[in-house]
């Protein structure tokens, strides 16, 4: 590298020597018409590689000089001055410099303690993902106020600031404060927590983050839906594993008027045993529960756990395809919609059966 660059210096001095001595032999054809400036002596335009390097050298240090001071002068622009604190565009640039690396680090200093300090203490996922997010708030303020303690900028400044910001936000930003604050709320009173299983206005799934104005929920779809933070306080919520992942669902089936209700009982036991995906305790019930218009209504209630929204639905599954296996072989009949026509006539009707269709001519 340092090679290459040496033959490109004295290429650059080659050339530059060359095209001085082109420039004073033609320069009084080039300028004809002009006032010509008397040529100095002869022994003047006999320039040296030595004489034009350091003529490069000198032009080149004298660019660059005004360059420095073209920044330096920027640099050290007054762009605020309050009680004797004068705020520069380089405190300023130092200071945005000093957050981009403490947002950095604050993000891989939480997602840090998170994973080696709060996993040894086998707590929830949620409990992990609310300490974590409110690590990464507390060492995002720690960060900036030591970006101003280093760069000197008072706290003081941010008075006015802090006055024009609040008209700004009582106008303008109230959803965005107030969803901020929920988060909070959320995160601290816990009512709902990052893997949990929640209903809300139609939209059902696993929360997956707790964010800083919204909370993303998975949908059992493989679908996510952005749900601002102030409606999961200001709306009812339904919270399948606030307190834990076991929850009961159900089957209902009808049977056929006039089928062994014992044998009905026993198949439904039956298919919630065979069925590895509910639980032995709480033990689970089969109950009569209406005399319906086509068909004798029995309701499987059992337990399962919960982890994802398809669980339910996988456990309900299962007990059906056993349930309808066990009443195939002991001869019960799962009911189905049935209608009886009754005519009421002074005299017999007439009925005419005609097979086929009339064929055409």
């Not at 006055?163 to 601290?188: D, E, P, R, T």
């Amino acid at each position: 590298m340092a090679q290459h660059l040496l033959q490109l210096i004295a290429a650059t001095r080659q050339v530059a020597v060359a095209w001085l001595a082109v420039a004073a032999l033609l320069a009084p054809g080039v300028l004809r018409g002009q006032e010509q400036p008397a040529l100095p002596p002869p022994s003047d335009l006999a320039v040296g590689p030595e004489a034009v390097e350091e003529r490069l050298a000198e032009d080149l240090g004298e660019r660059l000089a005004q360059w420095w001071a073209t920044v330096a002068n920027v640099w050290d622009h007054v762009v605020y001055e309050a009680e004797g604190s004068k705020i520069t565009v380089g405190k300023v640039v130092l200071a945005l410099l000093l957050l981009t690396l403490g947002l950095w680090a604050s993000r891989r200093l939480s997602r840090l303690f998170a994973r080696r300090v709060l996993g040894r203490f086998r707590l929830a996922e949620g409990a992990i993902a609310a300490f974590q997010t409110l690590t990464f708030y507390f060492l995002v303020v720690a960060f900036f106020l030591w970006a101003l303690n280093v760069v000197q900028i008072p706290l003081t400044l941010f008075t006015f600031l802090g006055g024009a910001v609040a008209i700004g936000v009582g106008f303008g930003s109230q959803n965005i404060v107030n969803n901020f604050m929920s988060g909070l709320i959320l995160m601290v009173e816990r009512p709902v927590r990052v893997g949990d299983l929640i209903d809300l206005e139609g939209a059902s799934g696993r929360v997956e983050q707790i964010g800083l104005r919204s909370t993303r929920i998975r949908s059992g779809d493989n679908t996510h839906v952005i749900v601002p933070n102030s409606h999961l306080l200001e709306n009812r919520v339904l919270n399948r594993t606030l307190s834990d992942n076991v929850m009961r669902t159900d089957v209902q089936v009808g049977v056929a008027y006039g089928s062994d209700l014992g044998k009905v009982r026993r198949c439904l036991e039956q298919a919630i045993e065979a069925s590895e995906s509910v639980l032995e305790s709480p033990p689970p019930e089969i109950l009569f529960t209406d005399f319906g218009d086509n068909a004798l209504v029995f309701r499987a209630l059992f337990w399962t756990k919960v982890r994802t929204p398809l669980d339910s639905a996988r456990a309900q599954s299962e007990v059906r395809f056993h349930a309808d296996a066990l009443f195939r072989e002991a001869g019960v009949a799962v009911a189905f919609p049935q209608r009886d026509v009754h005519l009421d006539a002074l005299g017999p009707l007439e009925v005419r059966l005609r097979r086929g269709a009339v064929e055409s001519e």
